[in-house]
């Protein structure tokens, strides 16, 4: 009855550990952060985009068909125009093509404007008209007029030259560009208030649309940011244009219309997100760590404490673990370890660390008496690994050990017994379909969005557990795997064409002639035709 007694005990500690690992995995998978996932095979680089805006604002002035008769207003210069000093106001767009040359400093692109330009009539007009009303003796003449306008709209080749190799490099860019002209010439109507005779007129004829050129050649310098440049830019264009001199007889006239203007002007580059394809992210693969818990030197594994008998001072207790993963800058390992009391059927966690990245932890001092000793009751320890990379997570199978402190309440036979017992895992994985989201860039959600674009279907292998076996009083170096598996029961599916099996022994007990703890060894045998063939150990990568 005694022996009994003692048994049932070690059975209930052993039944404690082959419990834990479950509870761990739950509450480790529940608290550590992951990563939101679908960045393995799509990247987001910021470039510079190939289109550049601009802008230009400046005084413009008419080319009358020389220099003289541009700025010399004592010499006689178009005196059916009149045009003067305006101003020009334009926008641009541009799109560059990619060098093949990665320091080539001449880029090459087209684009287009679009401008208004507007020439004042000249004050010297007044003493023209005015001549011209005496000399047809008129006292009552009334004179209206306006100015002339060109609208236009012309695309071309843009050169840009950068003088360093530098981003923020200032740079000149001249452009040359043909398209249409839209020009509404000076109007000028002067007739007699008494009779309403027409004195002297000058107007638009119907052909108001020509191609003309437009030439622009600038200097910018960047600023801090490299996006907007700011620099001065001279214009010149060349079109035609037509009037007419209604009357009696009207003459209709074409002539060449032309001028040239300067001032400040702008440039604004753009940065955009650009989807890139990069290679996959190499799943993590996590790997239980080792596990040891010591009183001073002491290993504490699979013990059991009698509080009646161990009454000297015990030295510190200290858990500590050590991985097994091999890490390089692009993972980030962590650990979660607990302390569980069971007592009273009840399972508590009394200490623990979560998602953190040191390797020891101290027994909490609540749970030890005056000695320096656990409280009564029975304990075990689980420590996982959690890995994580930018695109992926894992999560370890638990190391777990413990021990108890029990007051017996027999009598302690003299021979102490050894305890073997032997848990046996058979599973195999099924490669089976799963889908997955690829991730870029929305072309029409909202700008510089990242969305699911597409959906893409690969092969996973699935963990499935064909069965287990528990066996009382084994030798783990001396079982018959494939005579356990037909003992068990345990079916191989046809789809199967490897199946494994993980064998954990618990050795406790002073008279052993093992080490005592838990061992756990994996091995797999090739199926053919339904049968497992000879198991053979895996070895595990560290």
């Not at 910021?46 to 400046?58: A, D």
């Not at 992210?281 to 009183?295: E, F, H, N």
Request: proline letters at 4%; hydrophobic letters at 35%; aromatic letters at 12%.
């Amino acid at each position: 009855m005694k022996n009994q007694t003692l048994l049932k005990l070690l059975f209930l500690v052993m039944m404690s550990f082959a419990s834990h690992h479950v509870y761990a995995q739950d509450n480790v998978s529940a608290t550590c952060t992951n990563p939101a996932g679908g960045c393995d095979t799509i990247a987001i680089e910021k470039k510079v985009s190939p289109w550049r805006i601009g802008g230009f604002l400046g005084p413009a002035f008419a080319f009358c068909g020389s220099w003289e008769n541009t700025f010399n207003s004592n010499k006689y210069r178009d005196k059916s125009r009149f045009n003067g000093v305006g101003y020009n106001a334009l926008l641009n767009a541009d799109y560059f093509f990619k060098n093949k040359k990665e320091n080539n400093r001449f880029q090459f692109g087209v684009g287009g404007v679009a401008g208004l330009q507007t020439f004042f009539l000249r004050k010297d007009l007044d003493t023209f008209l005015e001549r011209i009303i005496a000399s047809e003796g008129y006292s009552q003449a009334v004179i209206k007029k306006g100015a002339s306008e060109d609208h236009y709209l012309a695309v071309g080749p843009v050169l840009n030259f950068n003088f360093t190799g530098k981003p923020r490099s200032p740079y000149l860019e001249a452009s040359v560009r043909g398209g249409i002209f839209r020009t509404t010439p000076a109007a000028i109507f002067v007739y007699d208030r008494v009779t309403g005779n027409n004195i002297y007129s000058v107007t638009a004829s119907e052909k108001r649309y020509h191609a003309g050129l437009l030439a622009t050649l600038g200097f910018f310098v960047p600023s801090k940011n490299g996006l907007w440049a700011w620099g001065v830019e001279a214009i010149g264009f060349r079109t035609k244009v037509n009037y007419i001199f209604p009357g009696a007889t009207i003459y209709p006239f074409e002539r060449k219309h032309g001028g040239f203007s300067g001032g400040i002007a702008m440039r604004r580059k753009f940065i955009r997100d650009v989807p890139v394809k990069k290679e996959p992210t190499p799943a993590l693969i996590c790997v239980a760590p080792d596990l040891d818990i010591k009183m001073g030197q002491t290993s504490m594994k699979g013990m059991i404490y009698n509080p009646l008998r161990d009454t000297t001072q015990a030295d510190t207790i200290k858990i500590t673990w050590k991985s097994n993963s091999v890490l390089d800058s692009t993972k980030t390992e962590t650990f979660t370890a607990r302390i569980h009391q069971l007592n009273g059927g009840m399972d508590k966690v009394i200490g623990q660390v979560v998602c953190q990245k040191q390797n020891e932890m101290l027994w909490p001092a609540e749970y030890l008496n005056r000695f320096g000793r656990p409280l009564d009751g029975q304990y075990y320890v689980t420590v996982q690994s959690n890995q994580t990379s930018a695109c992926a997570s894992c999560v370890s199978e638990a190391s777990t050990t413990g021990f108890s402190v029990v007051i017996p309440d027999t009598v302690q036979i003299a021979k102490e017994i050894c305890f073997k017992q032997c848990y046996l895992e058979v599973y195999a994985y099924k490669m089976i379909s799963s889908k997955r989201v690829v991730y870029g860039k929305s072309p029409t959600t909202c700008v510089g969005c990242i969305c699911p674009v597409d959906t893409v279907t690969k092969k996973v292998p699935k963990y499935y557990l064909l069965g287990t076996v528990k066996l009382d009083h084994c030798e783990a170096s001396a079982l018959n795997l494939n005579d356990e598996i037909a003992k068990g029961n345990i079916k191989i599916p046809a789809w199967a064409k490897t199946v494994y099996t993980a064998v954990e022994s618990t050795v406790i007990g002073n008279n052993c002639n093992e080490p005592q703890g838990k061992t756990k060894k994996n091995y797999k045998a090739a199926v053919r035709k339904g049968k497992a063939g000879t198991f053979e150990p895996v070895q595990q990568k560290k």
